[in-house]
């Protein structure tokens, strides 16, 4: 087939014009990477946007009929049913709005759960939980509307006050190790089993649902967290510790409670063997000091952040991993990343400068991890199934209720 040249038009000009365009047109191979080179990568806000709205729509899609979401073995439970509508009614207005009817019946499900003492938990079930259930409630019902749910915001804290270890409930006196904490259940014959996770969420169940900075509970619940922190300057169980052959540590981070700890134990730098300070404890603790109206600026809040500049990482949960065992570090992943955030979302601050002087901005730096590790569906799973983390609605549940901290931090 032969070039056909329009009238007029000479060889030698026809070449001139195709050299023209071919300067002023890049080759097809060249204009991926050239649009590649001057694309912008999405900001971290913008990342967390997208992994909230395709993991809140994903949860929303396993409600069940009468407004509950299942626990492991198919059961309608409070405590899931609170954090999904926790970690959804919590997140960024525009990110909520299209769930609001799953917000709606996940709330009107956990009242018709709420008992004649004003707590929260599956009637029935064994173990009940109902503690632990009611700060999820709580903090479901306050993150939903305050307003509306008002009355029976003050009821279910009604019953967390009144089931704090203290001389007024079980007799349990200032120097038993109980004292202010609280454990899963309303106590029940036995020895007391307060820890600080189960204290963490009630605090927080207790500060959102509005109760006065002069309480007294607030000072017992300190008095609790000092004996679960690594500090002997504030902390005052070193002969109950003493009789088990260790001292109490100095790093400043915090154990599950006062006399053990998820980690093990550990030689300090002093050559003394004292309980292992780890991560999930150590920012539930630090946020608990400020809830409960802990200055920043005390000494022991100021050792707890010290810890966190020490062991900073979204790697695993610090302090968890062993030699023996290096995937134990990601035990209890997501519900480090949840206290992470609530953490530094209380401290206050965009950045977060650690030991070596690296400045992190956290909540990009969670944000962009989450995303990441969102599956296609928009669900989250840690591999390391220890402490229910291979159940998609809980870790799912606690990657949001970690992207809501992070959202007013994030570069956008």
Avoid at 35 to 46: I, K, V, Y
Avoid at 117 to 135: Q, R
Avoid at 237 to 260: C, H, I, M, S, W
Avoid at 261 to 290: C, H, N, P, Q, R
Wanted: charged share 25%.
């Amino acid at each position: 087939m032969s070039l056909r040249i329009p009238r007029g038009l000479s060889p030698a000009r026809l070449a001139r014009a195709v050299l023209a365009l071919a300067v002023v047109v890049p080759a097809p191979s060249l204009l991926p990477r050239v649009f590649a080179e001057d694309a912008q990568p999405p900001t971290a806000g913008a990342r967390l946007d997208a992994a909230f709205a395709k993991g809140a729509a994903w949860l929303a899609a396993q409600q069940k009929e009468g407004g509950a979401w299942n626990d492991q073995q198919g059961k309608p439970d409070v405590g899931i049913t609170g954090l999904v509508v926790a970690s959804i009614a919590g997140g960024p207005a525009a990110l909520r709005a299209p769930h609001q009817a799953a917000i709606d019946k996940g709330c009107a499900y956990l009242l018709s759960c709420q008992q004649l003492n004003g707590g929260i938990h599956d009637p029935g079930k064994i173990p009940a939980l109902s503690n632990y259930k009611t700060c999820i409630a709580i903090m479901a019902l306050t993150a939903a509307d305050r307003e509306k749910y008002k009355d029976a915001i003050l009821k279910a804290r009604a019953s967390l006050e009144g089931n704090q270890f203290c001389e007024k409930y079980h007799g349990i006196q200032p120097d038993d190790s109980a004292y202010g904490g609280w454990e899963y259940d309303e106590h029940s014959p036995g020895k007391p089993g307060p820890d600080l996770s189960n204290v963490s969420f009630t605090v927080e169940a207790l500060k959102e649902a509005g109760l006065p900075a002069d309480s007294e509970i607030w000072k017992r619940a300190v008095k609790f967290l000092e004996r679960c922190q690594n500090r002997s300057e504030s902390n005052d169980r070193k002969e109950l510790l003493a009789a088990k052959g260790l001292a109490v540590g100095n790093d400043g981070g915090f154990t599950y409670d006062p006399t053990q700890s998820k980690a093990g134990e550990a030689v300090g730098a002093d050559g003394k063997k004292a309980l292992a300070s780890y991560g999930s404890m150590t920012y539930s603790g630090i946020k608990s000091f400020i809830y409960a109206g802990v200055d920043k600026k005390d000494p022991r809040v100021q050792a707890a952040y010290g810890w966190i500049q020490q062991h900073f990482t979204l790697e695993e949960n610090p302090g968890l991993r062993t030699d023996a065992d290096p995937q134990s570090g990601r035990r209890g992943w997501f519900y480090y990343f949840h206290t992470f955030a609530k953490a530094l979302d209380a401290w206050g601050e965009k950045e977060l400068v650690t030991e070596d002087g690296v400045k992190h901005l956290w909540a990009d730096e969670l944000a962009v991890k989450l995303a990441a590790l969102q599956s296609p569906e928009g669900w989250w799973q840690n591999e390391n199934p220890k402490w229910w983390e291979d159940y998609r609605p809980l870790v799912t549940s606690y990657s949001l209720l970690s992207m809501a901290r992070c959202a007013k931090w994030t570069s956008r």
